[in-house]
């Protein structure tokens, strides 16, 4: 008897593949116009993503700090498939990912090489889209070859650890609120990459990219679950 399909069977993979698909279809058909939209299109889902975070944070009457940027974050690891370091708390909270699920994704299906137009967009969109008044630099990228991706989050200070750990205290009795599981956040991306490359490439090329990307999604993990995508992905991304 066939196991049924379930919201749980998606995780970083499924992002992870199918933002490569995309990209490496976008980038046969399209050449580097393509890529150039598909960098596009992770900034417009990252601001989204943060702008989602910031309604729920506002409905909820707290500030769009980054402490509360760090409690309505959206995404959650619960399989461990990335570890982060903490380099310091003052008076620049410091951070390092050390193991990316996403980087280790792409490099199993043989992906790499569109991972930076994925690394390049997200984190500092995603907080922008939360708010563009904080601000984070990064001096290092996985995905460039460097031992870690360093964020310095520098609208961001904890007195120790304990304060830190209040923080993600708040945000553990909260976490069913404000994140968004892997299919979700698979539909979003779809959403995204196919919009925008229907409006920069028009109907009949873009159309080809997503097809070509979805079908060989679903040579690799399932139809039932790519049509659950593109289900998933009717929906709008601008509501909380």
Known sequence: MKNEINRKDFYIVDHAVLFGLIAKHADKVLGKEGLDTCAKAVVIMARERGLRSAMRCVNNGDALDMHSYLCYAELLDTQGWNEVEIGTYAPVYQTGTVRCGWLDTWKKYGLEAYSWLYCEGIDKNILYGFNPELRLEMDRYLAKGDQCCGFHWLDCRFSDMAELDSV??????MLSQVTKDFLYHSGHLLSTLRRTLYLEHGLERGKAVIENALK????LFSQEKAD?????????????
């Open 216 to 219: 060989e999604y679903a040579s």
């Open 228 to 240: 659950m995508i593109c289900q998933e992905a009717e929906q709008d991304f601008l509501t909380v």
């Open 168 to 173: 993600m205290e708040k945000r553990a009795g």
